[in-house]
Structures are given as structure tokens and as C-alpha cells.
């Protein structure tokens, strides 16, 4: 999965032309369905689908929304965070792209999310 992200955050870089490290990935649950966004620094750019955001092709990006969704429910619960203000954001602060994940309530950081806690 990292090296699928850091292709991801690489080309959304160069497609947004956007410095690599104030480009995020922000994925969100306001309803029943997950919403995709590139944001610079803190502020959305566009929204897209997860095969975009993700750089996935069609069976992949299949998974992956069913894979986000569950995983939205756990840390939902598990962090005690509505999902409908809950947000995760993908992002990263180095040369090589390697991704980095941060949980949110709405605006306000949660806290860092390590690979294992969404893989």
C-alpha cells in the first residue's frame, strides 16, 4: 500500500502542481459515502473519486472504497468521533513521498495514525 500512496501523492502533486509536502488527501464520510479531496495545506482544491485520489485502477479503487469504509466505522468508534465530521488525511513531509496519516474532527487533528491502525 505505500508505495501505491506514494505514487498517488506524487502524481496529484504534479496534476495540482502543488508542493509535495503542503499536498493531503483528505477522505471524509459526510453521509453513507465517502468523499474524496486535494487540499492545499488546509484548504480543498477539488474533490475526486478514490481511483483518483488514490491513483488505483477500477478493480483496485472497488476494494479500497469498500476497505475505507469499514475502517471509517472502526476508528469512528473507536476514537469516539462522528463519522460525519471525522476525516482522515493523507499527506506526506518527505523527498521520497512516503505517506503519512492524520486523524480529524472537522477541522481540529486528532491525532497521527500509524499504517497498522489502517491496514
Do not use: C, W
Amino acid at each position: 500500500m505505500t508505495d501505491e500512496l506514494k505514487s498517488a501523492l506524487k502524481m496529484l502533486s504534479e496534476k495540482y502542481n502543488i508542493e509535495p509536502m503542503k499536498l493531503r488527501i483528505k477522505i471524509s464520510k459526510p453521509n453513507k459515502d465517502l468523499k474524496y479531496h486535494i487540499m492545499e495545506n488546509g484548504t480543498d482544491i477539488d474533490e475526486t473519486n478514490v481511483a483518483t485520489a488514490l491513483n488505483l485502477n477500477t478493480v483496485k479503487a472497488f476494494g479500497a472504497g469498500i476497505k475505507l469504509n469499514s475502517l471509517f466505522d472502526k476508528l469512528s468508534e473507536k476514537n469516539q468521533i462522528n463519522k460525519s465530521n471525522m476525516n482522515v488525511r493523507i499527506f506526506t513531509k518527505s523527498e521520497d513521498f512516503s505517506p503519512q496519516f492524520y486523524l480529524f474532527d472537522n477541522q481540529s487533528p486528532i491525532k497521527k495514525l500509524e499504517l497498522e491502525d489502517i491496514d
